[in-house]
Each structure stands twice: as structure tokens, then as C-alpha cells.
């Protein structure tokens, strides 16, 4: 279900109004004052942005010292109205030189009443995007003094935009040498018991493009997702390639994709659009390919010693490595003493956040690694409670390899001019939450 916003309030922390505006007649004037009364003065800004009082929902955002409030009176969409805040909010620092708050409100007063007319219309959203709205709103916001961004440059062609099927993508756009760089980029979530089972593993990945091409190519890119194989193996009629496939979960595509042919084809086909952009987000929750596993022994030695190993093996291949690796083995607080040894790297005792944090700047493939350390612990006369042993946590990146086995299989660009492009493709794996129990 669709917004269908009431009104909106723009207030500052003290809960005075600095800008209105009513789309509805559903709800009174004094909404505001139920907002300030039953929230505000309570002081449960920041428990939930969405609150219900009386027959309407109050659905709020700080921003810098600026609360949004969209007042509505029947059951609407709480994720699309928050989201509509941040596109909105993105769209006055476009305008306003990359400021938002209540100094760049009071000195805007008139062009945020016209883009309020603009982006809204009897409470339902509509095109927020800056490129498109200052094809004709051309009036430029006061800037802040602070603000450093340079006014972004009108762009033509405004009925095609407005009106046109890619309203991402200006026309006429020309480049000595057409480039498109895609990176697919994974983030590991572990939770392994001090055994070696894995209790809980998923990756989430996102693939990002760059793209310097001119005129309006047409790109096509083809994963190795299983049901995008057998779609492509129907529609050829002949088997597909051995090699490996993986399910993708919870896909959400880029605006450019063109979903109809997806649904249809299981093909990824869009018209980019210019620069760097978000073109897909996914999770995989099977076949998941650990790059390290991690081997710890915690002894503890009466009350004032202890001893830990810590073995990390990399299980990426031999020819790859990872950078920036970081262990973080956790002590207790009332750990007075360190003594340890590592194969390879550094480490030292960080009693800020009571670990010993061990750092590898380059840890190559089907390798291990192992720290050794004595703890040496505050005896007390007090009985001490017994240590919760937080889990082991890992930072680390590894290029080149996805922890998901995702691939690109091919990337073809076409355009009616029939340049030719350069692609580049890159794979980041990164730990997300990698978390080891001892």
C-alpha cells in the first residue's frame, strides 16, 4: 500500500514547526501539537520512528537537528515512507549544496514549498531524483556557507527525461575510450562453535558498476545463478556447461534492470545508468565457501593463568591471498600480563577492548598461522564470576574470490554505433560478522 501522507512537518528539536504542508484534509491542524505532547515531551524519540496516537500513525526521521514527521491517517507503508523522507532529503542537499538543517530550512522556505508540490501529490510520492526535478525547477536553494559541493550542472533534454522510460540516463553522452567496471563484492556472516561446526553461515553480495560508455548502450550480464542456466538451456534448447551453480536469495535490482525480461528470461539487461552505481544486492545461504577456518584451545590454569592457542588455516586457493587480516581473541578484564608468540604478523594486548588483537597484512592461500599467549590474570579475594568467553572475530579481505562461488559468465554491451568497450571484473570477499565461539 502506497504512502498516502496527510501532511509533513518539518520541525527542530525544540518541536516548533518550520515548514508545513497539507496534502489531505483527513487530520487536523494540530497534529503537530499530539506529536510534541505524546513523543516528544515523553522523551521516545528513539525508541520506534513509527508511533500510533489516537486514529493516526506519526511516522518520523531526525536528520542533523531537523525531525520529518509524515502524519498519516489510514494503514500506509512505513518502509515507503521512510524511504521517501531519505530520498527527499537527499534531493534539498542537492539543491541546498549538500546541507540539511534547520539554518538551509529557514533560508529556503519558498523553493522547499515547491518541491514539497513536486514530489508529492495528494500524498502519494512521486519523482524525487535531483537530475530530473532541476530539469524545470531551476531555482537555485541559498547555500550554506560550510558547504563545499559545487551546484551540479542542468542536464537536457527534459521531456524526454520526464517523460521517457530512462529517466536514469541522459542522452549525448560521449567518451574517448568506453570502460565498464563491475566488482561483486561479498560480506561473510559466521557463527562457529569452538568445535568446528558451523552454526549459523550466509554471504551477502552486492554488484557494483562504473560505467563510462557513450550514446545508450544496451547491457546484457549473465551470472551463473542455477534458475538463469536452466532458462538459458530451455530457450537454446541445448544442456548447459558443467561447472558450478548457486541459488541467489533475496535479489533486488537497480531501477535500469529490466524486470519484465527478467521474470521472463532470467537475464540480467538493462540500460546503465552514467558513472558509478548499485546495479544488484543477493544472499546465498548454501554452498557457502569459507576462506578461513579457525582452531582455537583457551586453558584456563587455576585462577591467575591461562593459555591460548589460536591456529587459522586460509582454505582459499594457493594462488590468492588475503589482506588486511585482523584476530581479535578475547581475555578477561582482569588480565594484568601477556606473553605470546605468533608465526607470522604482529600482536599485542588491547586492554580497551580486552583482546589480543593479532594483524596479518598478507595471508596467502592454503596456509596457517597460529598464536600462542600466556595470560597472566589479577588475583583477587573476591570470588570472581565466571569468564562468558565472547567469540573470536575476524576482519579480513580477500580479492578475487567469492565466498558464494558467484561468477560472470559474460557482459556484452551493445550499442546501434557498435563501439567497442572494455570490461574489467572484480571479486571482493570481506568478513562481515566472522565469529568464532572459544
Known amino acids: 500500500m502506497p504512502v498516502a501522507a496527510s501532511a509533513i512537518y518539518f520541525l527542530n528539536l525544540r518541536g516548533d514547526v518550520l515548514i508545513n504542508r497539507l496534502y489531505r484534509d483527513d487530520v487536523g491542524g494540530n497534529m503537530v501539537d499530539a ?4 513523543i516528544m515531551q515523553t522523551k521516545e524519540l528513539g525508541t520506534c520512528p513509527v508511533r500510533q496516537i489516537g ?10 537537528n531537523v525531525y520529518i514527521v ?3 491517517s489510514s494503514n500506509a507503508n512505513a518502509a515507503c515512507a521512510l524511504k521517501f523522507v531519505v530520498e527527499a532529503v537527499a534531493l534539498f542537499k542537492s539543491y541546498f549544496g549538500g546541507a540539511f538543517d534547520e539554518d538551509a530550512i529557514r533560508n529556503n522556505f519558498v523553493l522547499i514549498y515547491e518541491l514539497l508540490d513536486e514530489i508529492m501529490d495528494f500524498g502519494y510520492p512521486q519523482n524525487l531524483s535531483p537530475e530530473i526535478l ?3 525547477i531551476t531555482q537555485e536553494g541559498v547555500r550554506s556557507p560550510f558547504s563545499s559541493k559545487q551546484p551540479d550542472k542542468p542536464v537536457p533534454n527534459a521531456t524526454l527525461q520526464v517523460t521517457g522510460a530512462v529517466g536514469w540516463r541522459r542522452e549525448g553522452l560521449v567518451y574517448k575510450k568506453n570502460e565498464v567496471f563491475l566488482d561483486i563484492v561479498e560480506s561473510v556472516n559466521l557463527l562457529m562453535s569452538s568445535k568446528g561446526s558451523v552454526l549459523r553461515c550466509d554471504v551477502t553480495g552486492k554488484i557494483l558498476m562504473k560505467c563510462f560508455l557513450s550514446g545508450m548502450p544496451d547491457l546484457k550480464l549473465g551470472l551463473n545463478d542455477k534458475i538463469g542456466l536452466e ?11 558443467s561447472g558450478k551453480t548457486i541459488e541467489l536469495d ?18 540480467v539487461s538493462f540500460v546503465p545508468p552514467d558513472g558509478e552505481f548499485e546495479l544488484m544486492k543477493y544472499r546465498i545461504t548454501e554452498g557457502v565457501n569459507l576462506p578461513f577456518r579457525v582452531l582455537p584451545s583457551i586453558k584456563e590454569l587455576g585462577r591467575t593463568r591461562m593459555e591460548v592457542n589460536v591456529k587459522v588455516k586460509s582454505v582459499f586457493g594457493a594462488k590468492m591471498f588475503a589482506l588486511g587480516v585482523v584476530v581479535k581473541v578475547p581475555v578477561p578484564k582482569q588480565t594484568a600480563k601477556t606473553n605470546f608468540q605468533v608465526t607470522t604478523g604482529r600482536a599485542k594486548y588491547n586492554a580497551a577492548i580486552d583482546c589480543l588483537v593479532w594483524k596479518i597484512r598478507k595471508f596467502p592461500g592454503q596456509t596457517e598461522s597460529t598464536i600462542s599467549a600466556e595470560v597472566e590474570l589479577i588475583s583477587t579475594m573476591v570470588e570472581k564470576k565466571a569468564w562468558t568467553r565472547p567469540p573470536i572475530q575476524m576482519e579480513f579481505q580477500v580479492p578475487m574470490f567469492t565466498a558464494s562461488g558467484l561468477r560472470v559468465r ?3 554491451v551493445w550499442e546501434k554505433s557498435g563501439y567497442n568497450t572494455v570490461e574489467w571484473v572484480r571479486y571482493i570477499t570481506r568478513a562481515g560478522s566472522y565469529e568464532i565461539r572459544c
Open 410 to 412: 559474460f557482459l556484452k
Open 250 to 267: 533475496d535479489v533486488t535490482f537497480h531501477q535500469c534492470v529490466n524486470l519484465t525480461r527478467f521474470n521472463s528470461e532470467k537475464t
Open 55 to 64: 486514529g493516526c500513525s506519526f511516522l518520523y526521521m531526525r536528520i542533523s
Open 231 to 241: 532458462k538459458e538451456s530451455q530457450i537454446k534448447a541445448r544442456p548447459t556447461k
Open 134 to 136: 532541476k530539469l524545470y
Open 35 to 38: 506529536f510534541r505532547t505524546h
Open 70 to 72: 509524515i502524519v498519516v
